[in-house]
């Protein structure tokens, strides 16, 4: 997680689908309380989502016993971070940039789509390693402020 | 369909007949849980032999990209038999996913179904 400061808060998911939806919910409470507008707390949640469901998949979706996932969340002044980490078998993340220059990233709409909604993407992972995945989306001015 | 109606996993199915069409209606979120449930319904129409497949999105509200993943699966599925997957949706957050992701060059998008009601009866 970047070197920000704010309030963090914790939530260790099982890796399995159904709890996609408890990490949505709480990014979504924590930018509701930030004053974030409507439109970048559903960006925030989709994010989420997203990185929950690949860390998810990943991991192996509940087959067998599969190590949780960690989700931490920063609040701080003017931005939130989300830093999703698992513990699956990790890749080389330089094959994402390859694959987007390729163009062969026509399966899923799931990076492209978080990279989209949030203002800052980051993925660390090595093969047997796990993956962290962070994002970060910055406060922006309502309109009239501007 | 047997099972007309599902519920659980935050969201629930409903199919009827509108016309030739076979209208799925949906309502909660679509994503990597529930997901599965829509594409069952998909199946389930295709083997019956329903090609022309309407999804409503309208009482959606939450869809991420495994549901956009199911609903270009389903569309492949009755493109094979010459039919047709079309959406109804008039919320700005769904169709905004749409717009990223190109899809909605992709699908036959209504803003509602009196819209959709509409085009048949000119078609």
Redesign the interface.
Known sequence: MPEREGTPFELEIPAKAKYVGLARLLAGSIARRMHFSEESIDDLKLAISEVCTNAIVHTGNGEGEKPPILVRYLAGKGFITVEVKDQGPGFDPSCILDREREGLISKGFGIPLIKSLVDVFECDSHPQAGTTVTITKFLKPEKDEL | MDNNEREG??LEVKVESVGEFSLIGLSG?V???SAPKLRETIKTLVDDGKFNIIVDLEKVA?L???G??VLVGGLKRVKHHDGELGIICNQE?ILR?FR??GLTKVFPIYRSREELLNEVKEA
């Open positions: 996993a935050g979120e994503d990597v849980y939450f991420d990209s495994t956009l993943g957050k996913i990223i992701t």
